[in-house]
Protein backbone atom coordinates (compact mmCIF):
# COMPACT_ATOMS: atom_id res chain seq x y z
CA UNK A 1 0.00 0.00 0.00
CA UNK A 2 1.57 3.39 -0.77
CA UNK A 3 2.50 5.34 2.32
CA UNK A 4 1.05 8.37 0.22
CA UNK A 5 -2.33 7.16 0.37
CA UNK A 6 -2.53 5.93 3.71
CA UNK A 7 -1.43 9.46 4.50
CA UNK A 8 -4.42 11.08 2.42
CA UNK A 9 -6.95 8.66 3.84
CA UNK A 10 -6.25 9.64 7.60
CA UNK A 11 -6.57 13.23 6.60
CA UNK A 12 -9.78 12.61 5.13
CA UNK A 13 -11.21 10.42 7.90
CA UNK A 14 -10.56 13.45 9.80
CA UNK A 15 -11.66 16.24 8.01
CA UNK A 16 -14.77 18.18 9.49
CA UNK A 17 -17.66 18.82 6.74
CA UNK A 18 -16.62 22.58 7.32
CA UNK A 19 -13.30 21.71 6.78
CA UNK A 20 -14.08 20.23 3.84
CA UNK A 21 -16.15 22.52 2.05
CA UNK A 22 -13.35 25.15 2.90
CA UNK A 23 -11.00 22.69 0.66
CA UNK A 24 -13.39 22.65 -1.59
CA UNK A 25 -13.42 26.34 -1.90
CA UNK A 26 -10.01 26.99 -1.96
CA UNK A 27 -9.54 24.63 -5.28
CA UNK A 28 -12.06 26.53 -7.09
CA UNK A 29 -9.24 28.10 -9.23
CA UNK A 30 -8.06 24.56 -10.17
CA UNK A 31 -10.82 22.28 -10.04
CA UNK A 32 -14.15 22.59 -12.14
CA UNK A 33 -17.06 23.65 -10.32
CA UNK A 34 -18.94 20.82 -11.66
CA UNK A 35 -16.38 17.99 -10.10
CA UNK A 36 -15.92 20.15 -6.75
CA UNK A 37 -20.11 19.99 -6.28
CA UNK A 38 -19.94 16.27 -6.46
CA UNK A 39 -17.16 15.72 -3.84
CA UNK A 40 -18.81 14.30 -0.74
CA UNK A 41 -15.29 13.23 1.41
CA UNK A 42 -11.93 14.19 1.95
CA UNK A 43 -10.86 10.73 -0.31
CA UNK A 44 -12.50 12.32 -3.13
CA UNK A 45 -10.93 15.65 -3.05
CA UNK A 46 -7.36 13.70 -2.62
CA UNK A 47 -8.72 11.50 -5.86
CA UNK A 48 -9.02 14.82 -8.11
CA UNK A 49 -6.26 16.83 -6.54
CA UNK A 50 -3.93 13.40 -7.98
CA UNK A 51 -5.42 12.74 -11.39
CA UNK A 52 -4.83 16.87 -12.13
CA UNK A 53 -1.12 16.05 -10.44
CA UNK A 54 -1.49 19.08 -8.26
CA UNK A 55 -0.14 16.66 -5.02
CA UNK A 56 1.76 13.87 -5.81
CA UNK A 57 3.85 11.96 -2.77
CA UNK A 58 7.08 14.28 -3.53
CA UNK A 59 4.69 17.55 -4.37
CA UNK A 60 3.08 18.50 -1.24
CA UNK A 61 3.13 22.34 -1.21
CA UNK A 62 -0.01 23.20 -2.48
CA UNK A 63 -1.77 20.09 0.46
CA UNK A 64 0.42 21.93 2.84
CA UNK A 65 -0.51 25.58 1.83
CA UNK A 66 -4.74 23.84 1.60
CA UNK A 67 -3.81 22.61 5.25
CA UNK A 68 -2.53 25.51 6.62
CA UNK A 69 -5.56 27.72 4.58
CA UNK A 70 -7.99 25.55 7.43
CA UNK A 71 -5.55 25.99 10.13
CA UNK A 72 -5.23 22.17 10.32
CA UNK A 73 -1.53 22.67 12.09
CA UNK A 74 -1.81 18.88 12.83
CA UNK A 75 -2.38 17.45 9.61
CA UNK A 76 0.81 19.94 8.17
CA UNK A 77 3.21 18.90 10.74
CA UNK A 78 2.20 15.16 9.45
CA UNK A 79 3.01 16.10 6.19
CA UNK A 80 5.99 17.30 6.88
CA UNK A 81 6.84 14.23 8.89
CA UNK A 82 6.09 12.42 5.84
CA UNK A 83 7.83 14.89 3.74
CA UNK A 84 11.31 14.14 6.08
CA UNK A 85 10.59 10.46 6.51
CA UNK A 86 9.14 8.71 3.56
CA UNK A 87 6.48 6.99 5.62
CA UNK A 88 3.31 8.07 8.07
CA UNK A 89 3.37 7.49 11.29
CA UNK A 90 -0.11 6.90 12.78
CA UNK A 91 -0.08 6.45 16.34
CA UNK A 92 -1.62 3.38 17.72
CA UNK A 93 -3.74 5.04 19.80
CA UNK A 94 -5.57 7.23 16.96
CA UNK A 95 -8.98 7.93 17.62
CA UNK A 96 -11.44 6.71 16.18
CA UNK A 97 -13.58 9.27 14.43
CA UNK A 98 -17.14 7.94 14.39
CA UNK A 99 -16.98 6.33 17.93
CA UNK A 100 -19.97 6.52 19.72
CA UNK A 101 -19.20 8.12 23.36
CA UNK A 102 -17.98 11.00 21.65
CA UNK A 103 -20.61 11.18 19.25
CA UNK A 104 -23.53 11.59 22.20
CA UNK A 105 -20.82 14.10 23.99
CA UNK A 106 -20.58 16.52 21.28
CA UNK A 107 -24.09 16.46 20.51
CA UNK A 108 -25.27 17.02 24.09
CA UNK A 109 -22.42 19.21 25.69
CA UNK A 110 -22.70 23.02 24.89
CA UNK A 111 -21.41 25.94 26.00
CA UNK A 112 -19.42 24.30 29.08
CA UNK A 113 -17.26 22.43 27.58
CA UNK A 114 -14.30 23.69 28.65
CA UNK A 115 -15.31 22.58 32.31
CA UNK A 116 -15.37 18.92 30.80
CA UNK A 117 -12.29 18.83 28.91
CA UNK A 118 -10.59 20.56 32.50
CA UNK A 119 -12.16 17.63 34.22
CA UNK A 120 -10.00 15.22 31.71
CA UNK A 121 -7.11 17.13 32.93
CA UNK A 122 -6.34 19.10 29.24
CA UNK A 123 -4.51 21.73 29.59
CA UNK A 124 -5.50 25.75 29.13
CA UNK A 125 -2.82 25.99 26.77
CA UNK A 126 -4.16 23.05 24.66
CA UNK A 127 -7.80 24.12 24.90
CA UNK A 128 -6.69 27.91 23.68
CA UNK A 129 -4.98 26.12 20.63
CA UNK A 130 -7.91 24.28 20.10
CA UNK A 131 -9.85 27.60 20.08
CA UNK A 132 -8.18 29.44 17.82
CA UNK A 133 -7.70 26.49 15.26
CA UNK A 134 -11.80 26.27 15.19
CA UNK A 135 -12.55 29.96 16.27
CA UNK A 136 -16.74 29.78 15.79
CA UNK A 137 -17.13 26.09 15.94
CA UNK A 138 -18.24 25.08 19.14
CA UNK A 139 -18.45 21.60 18.04
CA UNK A 140 -15.40 21.01 16.57
CA UNK A 141 -13.37 22.61 19.65
CA UNK A 142 -15.53 20.01 21.53
CA UNK A 143 -14.43 17.13 18.84
CA UNK A 144 -10.58 18.38 19.01
CA UNK A 145 -10.43 18.93 22.75
CA UNK A 146 -12.07 15.06 22.93
CA UNK A 147 -9.88 14.10 20.56
CA UNK A 148 -6.10 16.00 22.56
CA UNK A 149 -7.96 13.59 25.54
CA UNK A 150 -7.93 10.78 23.61
CA UNK A 151 -4.41 10.77 22.30
CA UNK A 152 -2.77 11.87 25.23
CA UNK A 153 -4.56 8.41 27.71
CA UNK A 154 -3.97 6.36 24.60
CA UNK A 155 -5.16 3.02 25.55
CA UNK A 156 -5.86 4.12 29.40
CA UNK A 157 -8.63 6.41 27.35
CA UNK A 158 -12.06 4.78 28.37
CA UNK A 159 -15.63 5.81 28.37
CA UNK A 160 -15.83 5.00 32.32
CA UNK A 161 -13.41 7.79 32.81
CA UNK A 162 -15.93 10.50 30.48
CA UNK A 163 -19.04 8.93 32.13
CA UNK A 164 -16.84 10.32 36.16
CA UNK A 165 -15.93 13.49 34.12
CA UNK A 166 -19.45 14.09 32.89
CA UNK A 167 -21.07 13.25 36.31
CA UNK A 168 -18.45 15.59 38.00
CA UNK A 169 -19.43 18.49 35.70
CA UNK A 170 -23.10 17.29 37.27
CA UNK A 171 -23.92 16.72 33.65
CA UNK A 172 -25.84 13.92 34.77
CA UNK A 173 -27.92 13.61 31.96
CA UNK A 174 -24.93 13.39 28.96
CA UNK A 175 -23.78 10.91 31.43
CA UNK A 176 -26.56 8.83 31.26
CA UNK A 177 -26.68 9.01 27.13
CA UNK A 178 -23.18 7.87 27.38
CA UNK A 179 -23.76 4.86 29.48
CA UNK A 180 -26.73 3.76 27.35
Known amino acids: MDPFFTLLHAFSSS ?4 ELSSLKFLCRGKIGK ?19 QLIT ?5 FLEGL ?16 VEEGEVNVPDDEPDVHEKPIEVICENV ?4 KML ?3 LGISEVKMDRIVAANPFNLHEQLVQSLREWQKWKGKDAKV ?5 ALRGCNMNLVADRVEQ
Open 117 to 119: IRK
Open 110 to 113: GRDW
Open 67 to 82: LKSIKREDLVSRLKQF
Open 160 to 164: TDLIK
Open 34 to 52: RKLESVRSGGELFTILLEQ
Open 15 to 18: LSDS
Open 57 to 61: SDKVA
